[in-house]
Structure formats: C-alpha cells, structure tokens
C-alpha cells in the first residue's frame, strides 16, 4: 500500500565535489521529500581506506557533514529525508559524525542509518579461498594476480538495503558503496512497497535515478546547446516527482536557473551509457529505450513506460589496487611562436633527462599544448596552430618512483635555460603520486550479506 | 549535398567507461536519425576520432531516443587515475565528434531544426 500519491526526490550532489548549493538550495526553495547525496567514485574508495588505515576515525565524505551541519535547520523543519553514499569505507565512523553535529545543534531524535555490508576488502582472502576468482571483467585475469597491491574492495550494492532503513524510520540513511540509481529507487521501493519481482517498477526507479545522478546535467549543464541554457549560475538541481506506477515527472524547483526539456533529459540518459537496451543494475536490468517522454508543463517533464528484466546472480565490484607511479607539471609559454617554443621546451626536457640516463617511452609518456586542439587532438581546427600562447603539460608514468622524482627536476629550468616567453611554473617542482588501479569484477550475490542498523542523535 | 559539422542535425555528450569513453550522439529530428543511422559508422567515427582513440569503435543504435550510442574502447591514456591527459574523463569526445564535417541531404537539414 503506497504512503504517498507522489514522492518528490531531488539529486544535490553528482559527486564529490559539485556545489554545496545543490543541496543547500533544494533544502530551501521548494518543496521536497527527499534529497539523495552521491559523493563516491572508484577512485575515491581507494583515497578513503588509505585515510582510514591512518586514522580509524575516517575513511567517509567529510563534506557530507558539514552539508548536514549547514541544511539541519531546513532538514528537521520540513522533514526532509536524506540518503547519501557518504559511508565511503568507513559508513560508522560518518554515522558518528553525522550524530555529533545533529546534537551539536540541539537536534535530537534525529535517526540515521547505517547500511553495511558492501566493503568485502576484509574478506577478500576468505573469497579466493572459497572459490571466487574476481577476474578482472575486461582482461579476464584473476584477482591473485594483483591480490598483494589491492587498496580496496567493494560490491556495488542495490537499494533495498536503503529502503530497509528507511522503512525502520530513519531520517538519514548513510550507505557505502551502492550504485547511484540506487539512492533514487530506494526511496521509492520504501515509498510504494515495491517488490523486488517488479522489474518494470525497479527499472522505471533505476532510470529515474540515472536521469538525476549527475546533479544539473539533467537541468542545462554540460548541455550541446549551451546558449540556450537561461541563468546557469543560479541551476536548479533535478527533482523526480514519482508516482507508484512507475511514472515519473521531471522537474526543478520554480524559479530557478537552467531547464528541464526532454532534451536535457536525453543529454543525461546517454551519460557513461553502453547497451540502451540493458542498463544492468544490482537490483534488475533496464531498458533506457523503452520509456516515453511528454511535455507536461514548463520545466516538466513525465517519463513513463519503463520496462525492466530479473537481475543477474552477482554483483559488480568495485576494486582499486596500486598500480605504480605518476608525476605531471606544466609551464606557460607566451607567443610569439608558442607552440614552436613550447615543442622545443618538450624536446628539451626529454634530451636533458636522457643525458642523465633517464628515458622514457611513448606509452609512458604524455606530452600536450594545450591550447593548440590537445583535447580534439588529430582533428583539423583552423587556426589551432597558431594559439597566442600554450600550456605546456609534460607527464611521466612507471613502476620507478626515483625516476619519476629525476624528471620533476627538469620542467622548472626551462624558464632561464629555454627559449623566451617560459613562465607559469604554478604548483613548483612536480613529484610522484601512486596510480590507483581500477579492478571491475564480479561476485556471487550469496557470498555477500548487508546489514542496516539504526541510531539516534 | 551541404557539407556542414554533425553538429548542424545532431547534439553530443559523452563521459568516461573504464579505460575508454562514451559519446551519446542524439540526432535533433527523424530525419537526422535515419541518415546518421546511415552514414555515422564505426568505421567513419574510428577515423575521425584515431589520434584520441586507440582502440576499437562500437556502436549501439537506439531507434526510440534517436539515438546513435559509441564505445571508445581506449581514449583515455590509461583508465582512471592512471590518465594524465587534460581530458582524462573524455568529457570532451563529445564536441570532438561533433565537429565531423558530413555530407548530409538539403531534405534532412531543412527537417532538423539548428
């Protein structure tokens, strides 16, 4: 039996880093049930575990705190419920410091809960023991083969969990590793008493949560036809208004910045896409082709239709793992002739450091001038030889950190021993940073186990 | 037949797949659709794109959306942190296909808004 006719859920964040805005303004300027946070990506998850290996205390979204601390007062007043990723490898450790601001300000009773069950680096060894091989998903080799550099390990889990925990009265819901649709159709799954046998509903949540994971890129932002885009400093962040049939409407609060068209909506559904036809999630698979979109209103837009497939026997997972070492620095070179001066400043560095025994190959190397077509490299722009001046970016990667540090020496001395015009040398001597390593594979849904546990503030 | 960027009949946007990218091609009208369904091959899109793509091209059609989907398998210089390039996410391959100079029919631009 559905709680509501339609549930409003909104996206503030697409990841960790877009605006506090996002959040801030959803909270304020119109009405709301729901605001979903995504603050994880692959190499992020990696980042948190060495964090918390340093420190038992971290290894989570510090921004999604302070977001909690700023938001409280709009959160409690009007009953907003949040659901964020902001567990990053340590979802406890978020769970505590969410509390210790919510009791900060004097908001008690506020429960949050924790979803777990997503972070198997612990156990990966226990894994391999019993028969999971986690093969790489695109060279097939077996995780054994890097299992002593693996940073970290997580299965990308549904949105059940999530619905679990809201369905226990939790106002903030904290989960890990979860795929982002998921902070969407867990709501709804929780909202409408979804079953997990209805692939259409569970798809129809899935597109829903695609279309908006990405913050504004469904309202204007990143769009073709950026011209056309009204008032992109002030965007508003995308809302689903959802309905129990699987349903939904588009939209954005009034009055805000950016549009909600069905071309934006395009914009967002081809986004990080593969097969339309089998959008494959933890909880069913979706067919993007499937849906009909109509205009219903100015900055509205239903989306119906959705038909989706059962899911398959195990989850995607999420492992990242040290693979070497990288160093990259970049100069300015002023015209006239920059990009001549800018070649000979790149051929110089090479030389220099060949003449002390330290060579590199291609593949090892990235050498660009930006400025002079380095992003659509190899396709014919006019005038894109003769840029007024150019960034010189000069990058080295391998297994040998010292001869990484070795060519961090030679960037900096083109400025009095290159041509004329070098200058720009921001951020000074570059030094060598780990290459986080990313493992895609795949493991039985039997061998893994959530658990949702709820507290109070 | 004008030659004009693929711009003029279709939008782009595109983003990061593992060692390699997507580019979402969304033709603006029916008639765009079907003569890119025509003309924008694997084969053509690998061309333009091979000083960015070191890889293979697929392509997935999804008539419905009017919507031409294609796989860079290796544009990234590595996947994940292991890019140093500026676009390292291949935000960008969206626009660099765009600027494909294409013979399209009179028909088709007059039925495809700009």
Redesign the interface.
């Known amino acids: 039996m559905p709680r509501k006719d339609k549930v409003l859920v909104a996206n503030g964040q697409g990841f960790w880093g877009d605006s506090l805005l996002g959040p801030i303004r959803l909270c304020r300027e119109g009405p709301l049930d729901y605001l979903t946070l995504d603050y994880l990506a692959e190499v992020t998850m990696s980042i948190l575990q060495k964090q918390r290996l340093r420190d038992p205390s971290k290894g989570f979204a510090t921004d999604f705190v302070k977001m909690i601390e700023r938001t409280a007062p709009d959160l409690v007043a009007k009953g907003i419920k949040v659901v964020a990723n902001a567990g990053g490898v340590n979802p406890l450790a978020c769970k505590d410091a969410t509390l210790a601001v919510l009791r900060k300000h004097g908001f008690k009773g506020i429960k949050v809960a924790v979803v777990e069950g997503d972070d198997i680096y612990g156990e990966l060894d226990a894994l391999l023991a019993s028969g999971e091989t986690l093969a790489n998903m695109e060279s097939g080799a077996p995780l054994a083969s890097v299992r002593e550099r693996v940073s970290s390990a997580n299965v990308y889990l549904g949105a059940f969990p999530t619905a679990e925990a809201l369905d226990a009265g939790a106002q903030i819901v904290i989960t890990g590793r979860g795929t982002d649709p998921g902070l969407v159709l867990g709501p709804l799954i929780h909202e409408f008493g979804w079953k997990r046998d209805q692939y259409d509903l569970l798809a129809a949540g899935t597109i829903a949560g695609h279309i908006v994971e990405c913050g504004a890129q469904c309202t204007g932002g990143n769009y073709t036809d950026w011209r056309a885009v009204p008032d992109l400093a002030m965007v508003g962040y995308p809302i689903v208004e959802a309905s129990s049939d699987g349903s939904f409407v588009v939209t954005k609060h009034e009055g805000t910045g950016g549009m909600v068209t069905q071309r934006s909506i395009l914009h967002q559904l081809v986004y990080e896409m593969g097969d339309p036809r089998n959008y494959i999630g933890p909880d069913c698979g979706a067919d993007f082709t499937s849906i009909q979109m109509e205009d219903v209103g100015p900055n509205r837009v239903r989306v119906s239709g959705a038909k989706g497939t059962s899911p398959t026997p195990t989850y995607k997972v999420s492992i990242s793992y040290e693979n070497g070492w990288k160093a990259l620095g970049q100069l300015t070179i002023a015209g006239p002739d920059a990009l001549a001066k800018a070649k000979l400043c790149s051929e110089i560095v090479w030389r220099r450091l060949a003449h002390d025994g330290c060579t590199f190959n291609d593949e090892e190397k990235t050498v660009e001038f930006v400025g002079a077509n380095t992003c659509h490299e190899g396709i014919d722009v006019p005038h894109a030889s003769e840029p007024s001046e150019v960034v010189l970016r000069l990058g080295v990667k391998g297994h040998d950190k010292a001869k990484l540090d070795r060519f961090g020496y030679e960037l900096v001395p083109l400025v009095t021993s290159g041509p004329p015009g070098v200058t720009g040398f921001a951020g000074g001597r570059p030094h060598a940073s780990e290459i986080i390593g990313f493992w895609p594979a795949l493991l039985a849904k039997s061998k893994v186990s959530t658990k949702v546990s709820v507290f109070e503030s | 037949m004008p030659i004009v960027p693929l ?1 003029r009949i279709a ?3 595109s ?5 390699g990218s ?1 580019v ?1 091609v ?1 033709a603006r009208s029916e008639a765009a659709y079907m003569f890119l369904k025509g003309a924008l091959s694997t084969a053509l899109v690998q061309r ?5 793509n070191r890889g293979g091209v697929k392509r ?1 059609e ?4 009017r ?1 031409l ?1 294609f ?1 860079l398998a290796d544009s990234l ?6 890019s ?4 390292a996410q291949g ?2 391959h ?3 296909l ?2 494909l100079e294409l013979d399209v029919p009179q028909s088709v631009l007059d039925a495809t808004p700009e």
């Open positions: 711009s939008d782009a946007r983003g990061d797949k593992g060692e997507n979402g969304m333009h794109m091979a000083a960015i997935y999804a008539d419905t959306l919507v989907n796989l210089g590595g996947g994940g942190s292991a140093q390039r500026t676009d935000k960008t969206g626009l660099a765009l600027r």
